[in-house]
């Protein structure tokens, strides 16, 4: 029996056609077999964020999506925020206010802010609150994210 499945999918930008085990998760897959290790594993069951990605432009939490499952898929990742080796002005605005602190949490929290910014260019505190609720951060840095995310959308440069 074969439990190995084709699929093609674009990953920041660039296409693969690749087999994956039927019990893979896209994070198993990012991680192992790719190597994008800046999408974190943590909960493993969907409750922390640290695994966020944008598939099709959605956030999911990718621990709870099979890699079977985004045959077909368009995936970004947190290493495809920067271009060209420099950080994307959502990035560069975290570090510049702090709240990127232990770090853990922020891939999750950057994908999750990328994707409102998508969605949305001039969100309200509001919005920003709501869009980063499913990412938690042990180091209580919110409001610098917010902050973060806020000053971006007052430049729309994402």
């Known amino acids: 029996m074969n439990d190995r499945f084709p699929i093609d999918l674009k990953i920041n930008g660039q296409s693969y056609s690749v087999d994956v085990s039927a019990c893979d998760t896209l994070l198993d897959f990012l991680r192992d077999q790719l190597g994008l290790t800046g999408t974190k594993e943590c909960c493993v069951v969907g409750e922390c964020g640290v695994c966020t990605v944008i598939v099709n432009g959605r ?47 922020i891939s999750g929290q950057l994908m999750s802010a990328h994707n ?6 001039h969100p309200t505190v509001e919005d920003v609150q709501e869009a980063l609720a499913g990412n938690l951060c042990r180091c209580a840095g919110y409001e610098q994210m917010a902050e973060a995310v806020l000053d971006v959308a007052k430049g729309a440069k994402e």
Request: glycine letters at 10%; hydrophobic letters at 40%; one cysteine or more.
């Open 59 to 105: 956030t999911v939490n990718s621990c709870l999506m099979l890699a079977a499952e985004a045959d077909g898929c368009d995936v970004l990742t947190v290493e495809g925020l920067a271009t060209e080796g420099r950080l994307s002005p959502l990035q560069q605005s975290f570090l510049d206010h702090g709240a990127a602190q232990c770090g853990f949490c």
């Open 116 to 121: 409102l910014l998508t969605r949305k260019p």
